[in-house]
T-cell receptor, first 115, second 110 residues
Framework: NAGVTQTPKFQVLKTGQSMTLQCAQD?????MYWYRQDPGMGLRLIYY???????DKGEVPNGYNVSRLNKREFSLRLESAAPSQTSVYFC??????????????FGPGTRLTVL | KQEVTQIPAALSVPEGENLVLNCSFT??????LQWFRQDPGKGLTSLLL?????REQTSGRLNASLDKSSGRSTLYIAASQPGDSATYLC?????????FGKGTRLSVIA
């Protein structure tokens, strides 16, 4: 069981470039999430997918798009990277039952620098 | 809007000491509360999950309590060790995904 995996681990982009962060989980979880973590700001939710086929905006969605490719995979795309998007990005998943978001499990993170 | 606060932001204790980390939240309509550990440069590791119907959860030297009515949770670490040095985050879950506090950075000095 690999849990939640993320690729790449590190990335440097120039302003205006695009890229996709990949996330996959092998725990058969319904829900998946993308967060960013910045010094002094804590963890903030970018987008989430409560179940396959659905996506919703979180606290800081501007400048990002997501795709829930299937139950296992949830990708985050930066269409035109900006220095303000320099951050550590974490993907997470949870089983979810009913209306309750249950225990979340996190990936190791992607460290993104935008120059 | 749910807000989660963790005080203190940083804490330094000698090895062997028992300690308590605090977490408070503004909206008591939660389903659960989760405590995480984060080592420098690493992801988050789940420590304990407390459902709203529970008052506490224990795992080894860790004990987490929940008082929904007062909007507070504590994480008790017994007999602290240098290996416990990390940032500890609490997060509350309702009918929306988790809302995180900014964490308490713990240093246990040998």
């Amino acid at each position: 069981n690999a849990g939640v995996t993320q690729t790449p681990k590190f990335q440097v982009l120039k302003t205006g470039q695009s890229m996709t962060l990949q996330c996959a989980q092998d725990m058969n979880h319904n829900s998946m999430y993308w967060y960013r973590q910045d010094p002094g700001m804590g963890l903030r939710l970018i987008y989430y997918s409560a179940s396959e086929g659905t996506t919703d905006k979180g606290e800081v969605p501007n400048g990002y798009n997501v795709s829930r490719l299937n139950k296992r995979e949830f990708s985050l795309r930066l269409e035109s990277a900006a220095p303000s998007q320099t951050s550590v990005y974490f993907c997470a998943s949870s089983p979810t039952s009913g209306g309750s978001y249950n225990e979340q499990f996190f990936g190791p993170g992607t460290r993104l620098t935008v120059l | 809007k749910q807000e989660v606060t963790q005080i203190p932001a940083a804490l330094s204790v000698p090895e062997g000491e028992n300690l308590v980390l605090n977490c408070s939240f503004t909206d008591s309509a939660i389903y659960n509360l989760q405590w995480f550990r984060q080592d420098p440069g690493k992801g988050l590791t789940s420590l304990l999950l407390i459902q709203s119907s529970q008052r506490e959860q224990t795992s080894g030297r860790l004990n987490a309590s929940l008082d929904k009515s007062s909007g507070r949770s504590t994480l008790y670490i017994a007999a602290s060790q240098p290996g416990d040095s990390a940032t500890y985050l609490c997060a509350v879950g309702g009918n929306t995904p988790l809302v995180f506090g900014k964490g308490t950075r713990l240093s246990v000095i040998a």
